[in-house]
């Protein structure tokens, strides 16, 4: 219920239901923020969700927004360290549907997305950051380090989240940014009876479908006589359309000048210029089922013993169907193809040098006019990541006298499979003809472009003589099957942890320290990869079945590419291997693959996927850490000061594959071991008025995938091939903060920031790319001496002469480094929170509005580890054409990846009649990610982290209370449809990736007892 008022009001007044057909946005109110002493073992709080909304005297105690930001406020002003906290203001009602949306209300948090759902979350710049649930680590799906997915927990089982931006020593390392700790209710906290029911539906714009979001609470406390009894039960389950478009543009490869002509013959211009050389329309298409479980038991025999369990389960199924067309072997035309306009491209400054400006097409043609043609590709991705995860923690606390002690053990462990069935097909044009000696399953196809006005389109080139009409695109009989691939891999991640909290309290013993804390924890984290796999490349007509003989298997492709920004130029029109049949049938779709093959003239043979002994890793680490605090108070002056003490050892094991397939199991072991200095001071200047400064050292281990010993190949020629570097030692992170708080008013704040980190050992991804010829061929068999490594089974492509077709070929590698060099970052993060509640006498209904809004700058300087133009083939010429310095290669320090310099965000609420209304702007800077469409890497984006343009986007949400138990409402996200932006080399240089996320809105009710 949203109760609004102060203690001395009586009952609010209610809007008339008429009020309804002028609000629509959604079931989720404004967060709360705090900073507190961190509790990372469990979530004691009596949040707004579980507390009375009525006093004895009858008089109305406030329980909506207000009493969050309220409730919230109370335990900063006590605190000693810096933690930012968010509390439902209901049950179920945390600010946004997604946890990684509600993390971007906090001061210095950003996200980034997939498919235009909040996915990663960086603190102060950082996205290695610890994720917790009630104190517990939790394991991720893959090989990161940051736990479970944001995406796999619903918020409606979440009551609060707490970010511990400066630890304690009781803290448990492990992250640079921040320790998340998501926290569920406490049954022990109950006042009331709790059960609480929502449904919604959820619409997404793009895929036009509405899909069902339901959760629901039950808590009961009992007073057994002889101590205390409880226990809470939430579950969820949601479905979600998650859809976006993410057209690629390579223009990597120079044209120089004189050597263009157009279509006609006539010469090109006068100038250097880059040309197209790679188009891809990819449509990303996922659909999410989760089910989420969480339930707590907690008996207090007596008021100075408690036993508790909680438990935590999520099944999520991400399933993917998504589309690309490809206009592949463009770079062979570019030269006779020479763009109608050009616009001029600033690549800026990298590593101290001005690297100029140079022409590039803007828009154009590209006709299968030379021998080497053009081809278009239809690519059907068709997989899912289905994850199986659970958390289990169980303890007991126990007092006596000045002594409390804690004994508690855990364990998480996340099971992944992710079925992959990736299929493509070749367009066989029947207005071009096919030639050479052994017929190419390809020919050409004429392509437009116009990459004016920030937006990258493309298409058929209708004009063309060579065009194929739509019925030719959707003919059966025009598609050859060019490439399949199908998987089945597996991971699983299990970390199992026992802790000893001990605790004396020396209050009034000494002069000014209240509390010794001593502690032990071991923790036991392990990570298998296995890969299950088959693939085939076909790149010779005998090789190819023809698409009648897999026309049941065919469909039609989306044609709504033009649905997000009105776009008239685009691939409309072509066939695809039905990805509804290829996920729920796939042995089915895979046994016809298999059947058409076999039947060509070259009877090549596509097996089931079996185990790839080479891909194996399996790495365990064990860690034994202690700490011990001194937590003081004296005057003005409270915090804490203690040493943490970590000692690990790692196993990487891997399996070398010899001759004759040879298997040869190879174990790397790795040790370290740390002290960490945690202080964290407060000062109670005034009474309104609260400083604080801390001191922490923590560290960040890398990766599992960048410890393991295994190599894993892909079918890609541009897909750079990851190889491990098992000695990577963590990384250190050095912090200082220091804040001032002014609390003006109740549920009212501002406050200003500072934050300096020094980070050692920063992981830095390195790529190295093979050599290339005059005519950007390369070298097609091992051991690869200009570079690279030899891929067995990726297709050769563009990337050697025709006469040398098929697969097996050098490619980029790609690993990961320490940097040698010191890595810096600074920052200021500005807060304010603050309603009219107060002034209810004198403005009425304007009383109900209030404002959070918060700003952060930071900057980064520092370390040695570059990146380089050597990783793009091409990359050295167009520099050396564009700046004039003939300096190749380039190279720049990488820094910080995902880290914005500028970032804000402000929330407009208004809370009053049983309305509660929210609108909330979020902006960052650009910033450079490795996070790009169609699988570019560092190969294909000219050496350097692509940049992603500053953002903004738009959310909303209005609720209404219909009845005391019954609230309805929709939310909104991304409501002015903000694109995304991706520049190569530098921010508005090139434009290479756009993103066009998808529009949501989310309509329901709740009902609670």
């Known amino acids: 219920m949203n109760r609004v008022g102060t203690t001395a009001v009586c009952a609010h007044k209610r809007l008339p239901t008429m009020l309804l057909a002028s609000t629509a946005l959604s079931l989720i109110a404004t967060p709360a923020f705090a900073q507190q002493a961190p509790d990372t073992s469990e979530a004691q709080l009596e949040t707004p969700e579980v507390q009375s909304d009525t006093a004895d005297d009858g008089a109305i105690i406030v329980t909506g927004i207000r009493s969050s930001l309220q409730s919230a406020l109370n335990e900063k002003r006590n605190a000693a360290s810096l933690v930012e906290i968010i509390q439902a203001e209901d049950i179920g009602k945390l600010p946004d549907q997604n946890l990684a949306e509600v993390l971007e209300n906090i001061p210095g948090v950003q996200i980034t997305r997939d498919a235009g759902i909040g996915t990663g979350v960086q603190i102060r710049g950082s996205n290695d950051n610890r994720t917790e649930i009630n104190g517990v680590g939790t394991v991720g799906s893959g090989s990161g380090r940051g736990g479970i997915s944001f995406e796999d927990v619903n918020a409606a089982i979440i009551a609060s989240v707490e970010v511990t931006k400066a630890p304690t020593a009781m803290t448990t390392e492990g992250s640079v940014g921040g320790t998340i700790n998501l926290r569920t209710i406490r049954p022990l906290n109950l006042r009331d009876p709790l059960i609480a029911f929502r449904a919604q539906g959820e619409y997404s714009e793009l895929s036009k479908s509405i899909q069902p979001r339901l959760s629901g609470s039950f808590g009961q406390k009992w007073d057994l006589g002889d101590g205390e009894f409880g226990i809470v039960l939430s579950g969820s389950y949601a479905k979600q359309d998650a859809l976006s478009f993410r057209p690629r543009v390579d223009r990597d490869t120079l044209t120089a000048q004189g050597t263009g002509v157009s279509a006609t013959g006539a010469p090109g211009p006068a100038f250097s210029y880059l040309g197209i050389q790679f188009l891809n329309q990819e449509l990303e298409n996922f659909k999410y089922e989760t089910y989420n479980l969480a339930g707590s038991v907690e008996y207090a025999p007596s008021s100075n013993l408690k036993f508790y369990f909680d438990g935590f389960y999520n099944d999520q199924t991400r399933a993917q169907e998504s589309t690309r067309v490809q206009a592949s072997g463009v770079a062979n035309v570019q030269r006779t193809n020479v763009p109608d306009s050009f616009e001029t491209v600033d690549f800026g400054s990298l590593g101290g040098n001005d690297l100029g400006s140079i022409q590039a097409a803007l828009t154009g043609t590209l006709q299968p006019n030379v021998a080497n043609r053009p081809n278009l590709r239809f690519s059907s991705d068709v997989g899912a990541r289905l994850t199986k995860s659970n958390l289990m923690r169980f303890g007991t606390e126990w007092e006596a006298d000045r002594f409390k002690a804690r004994v508690e053990g855990s364990r998480s462990l996340s099971s992944t499979r992710n079925p992959d069935l990736s299929t493509t097909l070749n367009f066989i044009n029947p207005r071009s003809a096919l030639t050479g000696a052994n017929l190419p399953n390809e020919n ?90 088959s693939n085939i490349g076909l790149s010779l007509l005998r090789e190819s079945p023809n698409g ?420 309805i409402g929709v939310e909104g996200v991304n409501l002015t449809k903000s694109n995304i932006s991706q520049f190569c080399v530098n921010d508005g240089a090139l434009l290479c990736f756009q993103g066009l996320p998808d529009r949501r809105l989310t309509f329901g009710a709740s009902l609670r007892f």
């Open 444 to 533: 050409g196809t004429p392509f437009a472009y116009d990459l004016s006005g920030g937006s990258l389109a493309f298409g058929i080139d209708s004009a063309s003589p060579f065009a194929p009409t739509a019925a030719e695109l959707l003919d059966p009989r025009n598609v050859v099957l060019d490439q399949v691939t199908v998987g089945d891999n597996t991971t699983r991640n299990v970390e199992t942890a026992a802790r000893f909290d001990f605790s004396l309290d020396l209050e009034d013993l000494t002069p000014f320290i209240t509390s010794v804390d001593i502690g032990y924890r071991y923790n036991d984290t392990s990570t298998e990869f296995n890969e299950f796999s």
């Open 548 to 967: 009648t003989k897999l026309a049941d298997l065919l469909v039609a492709g989306p044609n709504n590419f033009d649905r997000a920004d009105g776009r008239s130029l685009f691939f409309g029109d072509f066939l695809i291997i039905d990805p509804a049949r290829a996920y729920s049938d796939r042995d089915a779709v895979l046994g016809q693959l298999q059947a058409a093959l076999a039947a060509e003239p070259a009877a090549r043979v596509l097996n089931d996927p079996t185990f790839n002994p080479a891909s194996f890793y399996k790495i365990t680490e064990r860690t034994h850490a202690i700490y011990g605090q001194v937590n003081f108070a004296a005057g003005i002056f409270s915090g804490n000061a203690g040493l943490r003490y970590i000692d690990t050892i790692i196993n990487s094991l891997g399996n070398n594959v010899g001759a004759g397939g040879a298997i040869t199991q190879v174990n790397t072991p790795g040790k370290y071991n740390l002290l960490l200095p945690r202080v964290n001071i407060a000062a109670q200047a005034t009474d309104t008025i609260v400083l604080r400064a801390s001191y922490g050292q923590d560290i960040n281990r890398p990766n599992f995938d960048n410890l393991k010993t295994s190599v894993r190949f892909g079918t890609g020629p541009n897909t750079a091939i990851v190889i491990g570097n098992p000695g990577l030692a963590p990384e250190k992170v050095t912090s200082y903060d220091a804040s001032a708080s002014w609390y003006f008013a109740p549920a009212s704040v501002i406050s200003v920031g500072f934050f300096h980190k020094s980070r050692t050992n920063l992981f830095v991804t390195q790529e190295i790319a093979p050599a290339t010829d005059g005519n950007g061929f390369r070298d097609f068999t091992a051991p690869c001496e200009g570079g690279g490594i030899f891929n067995p089974i990726a297709d050769r492509n563009v990337f050697v002469a025709p006469g040398n077709a098929g697969t097996g070929i050098c490619v980029p590698i790609s690993t990961t480094i320490n940097d040698s060099g010191v890595t810096k970052q600074t920052g200021v993060e500005i807060a304010f929170q603050g309603d009219l509640s107060s002034f209810e006498d004198s403005i009425g209904f304007a009383s109900g509005f209030g404002l959070s809004a918060n700003y952060t700058y930071q900057k980064f300087s520092g370390g040695q580890a570059t990146n380089t133009s050597a990783a793009d083939a091409r990359a050295n010429a167009i520099f050396n054409a564009s700046s004039g310095l003939n300096a190749a290669p380039y190279t720049a320090v990488q820094g910080l990846l995902d880290f914005s310099k500028n970032a804000y965000n402000v929330t407009l609420f208004y809370e009053k009649y049983g309305l509660s209304a929210r609108a909330r702007y979020t902006w960052r800077s650009a910033f450079r990610t490795n996070d790009t469409a169609g699988g570019a890497t560092l190969g294909s984006t000219l050496g350097f982290p692509v940049v992603t343009a500053a953002r903004g986007q738009l959310n909303g949400s209005i609720t209404y209370d219909l009845t005391d138990n019954i609230n």
